[in-house]
């Protein structure tokens, strides 16, 4: 599986699991995936497509800097966030 299908596949079941509601009082799970390796240039995650920064960063990040960092690897990623959840029958 690559690393975008696997993050991608994170960000569905965090979804599911309703962590990106805003009205949850969860916390925001961290978007690693175990692929700790920055890509070539040295710009990004090759497992979860964060910076150094937003690595950094997300320890002391609140919800919201946490959504915000979602949001902008999903878009490095090529996928939508939050992901679109299916409906229940």
Sequence with gaps: MSAINSI???AI???EA???????DEG?????????RMNA??????GCFR??????AWAQADSAQRL???A????????????ALEEQP
């Excluded at 910076?51 to 950094?56: A, D, F, H, Q």
């Design 8 to 10: 991608a596949a994170r």
């Design 13 to 15: 079941l965090l979804g």
């Design 18 to 24: 309703g962590f990106f509601d805003p009205n949850s």
């Design 28 to 36: 925001i799970p961290s978007p690693c995936i175990s692929v700790c």
């Design 41 to 46: 240039e040295g710009s990004l995650c090759e």
């Design 51 to 56: 910076t150094i920064p937003e690595i950094r």
């Design 68 to 70: 915000a960092i979602w």
């Design 72 to 83: 902008a690897l999903a878009q490095r990623a090529g996928f939508a966030f939050p992901p």
